[in-house]
């Protein structure tokens, strides 16, 4: 079993930034994947962000590509998500999740443990 704390969430106008960071224990943080997920009010939770044990690979929604940065420090048990070019529509609550597996991959089914979340705001 792994715990994650999420930080950096907060309220940003559209077309700013924000970073988001996980802070991971438990397991050995260097063995898993490590998600980012969102879920916007009266919708359902949609992946964003993924990244393999080493960081060599990641995978990311066709929605955020180009906009989003998945990384990771596994000397730090830590994952970050920087938000660059955020719009009103991706005000949501984003997880991150640690992966059953080494490989990153979308499917929220491969990731056995959940962070609580942090609220992302962008006003319309």
């Known amino acids: 079993q792994v715990q994650l704390v999420e930080s950096g969430g907060g309220l940003v106008q559209a077309g700013g930034s924000l970073r988001l960071s996980c802070a991971a224990s438990?397991?050995?943080?260097?063995?898993?994947?490590m998600g980012w997920f969102r879920q916007a009010p009266g919708k359902e939770r949609e992946f964003v962000a993924a990244?393999?044990?080493?960081?060599?690979?990641?995978y990311y929604a066709d929605s955020v590509k180009g906009r989003f940065t998945v990384s990771r420090d596994n000397a730090k048990n830590t994952v970050a998500l920087l938000l660059n070019g955020l719009k009103p529509e991706e005000t949501a609550v984003y997880y991150c999740?640690?992966?059953?597996?080494?490989?990153?991959?979308?499917?929220?089914?491969?990731?056995?443990?959940w962070g609580q979340g942090t609220q992302v705001t962008v006003p319309s």
């Open positions: 438990g397991r050995t943080f260097g063995n898993y994947a």
């Open positions: 999740a640690a992966g059953a597996t080494g490989t990153a991959r979308p499917e929220s089914s491969l990731y056995a443990s």
């Open positions: 990244i393999s044990w080493s960081g060599s690979n990641t």
